[in-house]
């Protein structure tokens, strides 16, 4: 460890305010005289195990004790756990310091921890969806490595993403131009890889201020069409859908005839089913009609794809659907006849009879906690489902894991009811290890509204909890049903269906949002679905080599 200095007290104080509410106890943790290498070495056991608070907490512990030999070590070990833990905004913060700490007159080794903490600092920005940060730092990764041309391709992606979501019409030809470029580069680097070479033909296509770099990327498409691309089992169905999605909401005119294609081959012998990206190709193509006034073209597609048996209903368009049976519901399944007395559905309905018992005491930690912290806390729509004013959550749980800072000792005395019933919840199985299920208080500013759109799957069921609600100018319409939220009553909802939300009034509209999984799936469904969601408790060691 002889070439590194320790680190500095100013610098922990800056990580420590970057870190937030971690807790160590203020004692330096539990392992009293270890040595800080026995200390790490033990941390480090932690997150390959997948106990990563208690690796977090013991890495925080390890820095704010005092100055550490290697610190980047620790501070990127400690990124990797946040990551695994879906806190991308410390993980970004921690692999941005870890690639500070490293300067650039060093060995090659240390050379390629700089590159790679700036690699994975570029993720979790795109994780966020903080594409400009993301591009900066994927940026800095090929100014320090130019011949990678996997951080080219991912600098290239970055851009393309952050033109998509761009609103200021003056910045987006050079973000466009600069996405060309970097693709360009990396399928210069490896001119075989025809994935690169179909992301700069997309990228040409949506570069409309320049006639000749459409004309080439049409080209570059064709091409990736018909060539021997090397790409293995891959059928043209599979080639147009990865065309469609790429174009998606950028260019919806180009996109169009590429996922109408897909969709056709998909379901004719010309091309091999993948399951459920059918479902998403049909979402994704009737998004690209209505993006360009097509309205009836929009429903016939999603009729096209009753008939076909990818959905039950025009109104209910998930890009998953679990397969082999169907799963009964409604936009509004308390509504639906026959789910009140269905004995599968019996364990829920019970669960929000409870929930509804302490409905006063879950508002008044709510309204205690935000008088006090204001807006501390709360996440950004990264999705930007909001079209007009603000969308934010006060998360515990995101895609079925645990927000720690959440569960912390601090945040269990001001919500103590709150995760009283989260847990129970989760252990009584109706919430636990739920793909893509949330649990937030979801919070809508005054004027606002979320466009309509589909949640990505059948397998859960919504359950939003009226905390603060002002009438009668917040509503949500479910499928072709409007309804509005009651203080203390919980509104059941299936979030597959079309919907959106309005809140016309002067004030905030406050729920709490809890997805727990469709009672009519069991244990084995369960697994079924979290395979197909790549879902994992312990991603740290498939993620990256922490450092040693």
Not at 290 to 297: G, H, S, T
Not at 485 to 512: A, F, I, M, P, Q
Request: aromatic share 8%; glycine share 8%; net charge negative.
């Amino acid at each position: 460890m002889g070439l590194w200095p320790v680190v500095g007290v100013a610098v922990l104080g800056v990580l420590a305010a970057l870190w937030g509410p971690w807790r160590d106890g203020g004692d330096g943790g539990s392992f009293g005289t270890m040595s800080v290498a026995d200390r790490v070495k033990t941390a480090d056991e932690f997150a390959v195990a997948g106990e990563h608070v208690n690796a977090v907490q013991e890495y925080v512990s390890i820095l704010r004790s005092g100055p550490v030999p290697h610190p980047e070590i620790i501070i990127f070990n400690l990124a990797l756990s946040f990551s695994a833990l879906g806190l991308h905004e410390k993980a970004l913060t921690s692999f941005t310091q870890a690639s500070d700490l490293i300067p650039l007159n060093v060995l090659d080794e240390k050379l390629e921890r700089k590159i790679e903490a700036e690699s994975l600092a570029g993720q979790s920005g795109a994780r966020l969806g903080w594409y400009e940060r993301a591009a900066s730092h994927f940026q800095n990764a090929v100014n320090l490595q130019p011949s990678s041309a996997v951080n080219w391709f991912n600098l290239g992606i970055s851009l393309l993403s952050l033109y998509q979501i761009q609103t200021d019409s003056a910045l987006s030809p050079t973000t466009i131009l600069r996405a060309s470029e970097a693709l360009r580069t990396c399928s210069k680097l490896q001119p075989n890889n025809w994935i690169y070479k179909a992301h700069l033909g997309a990228a040409l296509v949506l570069t409309e201020s320049c006639e000749e770099c459409v004309l080439e990327g049409e080209k570059i498409l064709e091409e990736f069409l018909s060539a021997d691309h090397g790409l293995g089992d891959v059928s043209e169905g599979k080639m147009n859908m990865f065309i469609g999605f790429i174009l998606g909401d950028s260019n919806p005119k180009a996109a169009a005839p590429h996922l109408d294609r897909a969709a056709y081959l998909f379901l004719t012998d010309k091309s091999k089913s993948v399951g459920n990206q059918v479902s998403s190709i049909y979402y994704r193509l009737g998004r690209a009609y209505r993006a360009q006034n097509l309205l009836q073209k929009e429903q016939e597609t999603y009729v096209q794809a009753v008939r076909n048996g990818i959905w039950t209903s025009t109104m209910q368009r998930p890009g998953y659907v679990f397969p082999g049976r169907s799963l009964p519901s409604g936009p509004f399944p308390k509504e639906e006849q026959g789910l009140l007395t269905d004995p599968k559905f019996g364990q829920l309905w019970d669960a929000i009879r409870e929930i509804e018992a302490s409905a006063s005491k879950i508002s008044n930690e709510y309204k205690a906690f935000v008088n006090y912290h204001q807006n501390s806390g709360l996440m950004e729509d990264t999705e930007q489902i909001a079209d007009q004013g603000k969308w934010h959550q006060l998360t515990f749980a995101r895609n079925g894991k645990k927000i720690p800072d959440m569960w912390a000792n601090d945040t269990k005395q001001a919500f103590s009811e709150t995760l009283r019933i989260l847990t129970k919840l989760r252990e009584s199985g109706l919430s636990m290890d739920l793909p893509k299920g949330s649990m937030e208080f979801s919070i809508l500013s005054p004027h606002s509204h979320l466009r309509p759109h589909c949640g990505p799957s059948n397998h859960r069921v919504r359950l939003h909890l009226g905390i603060f609600l002002p009438k009668p100018s917040a509503k949500i319409r479910v499928g072709d049903k409007e309804r509005t939220w009651e203080e203390g009553k919980v509104l059941v909802l299936d979030d597959s269906y079309d919907h959106e939300v309005w809140n016309d009034s002067d004030d905030k509209r406050v729920v709490l949002l809890i997805d727990v999984w469709h009672p009519h799936l069991t244990d084995q469904d369960r697994i079924q679905v979290r395979d197909h969601f790549r879902f994992s408790q312990n991603s740290w060691k498939s993620l990256h080599r922490p450092l040693s």
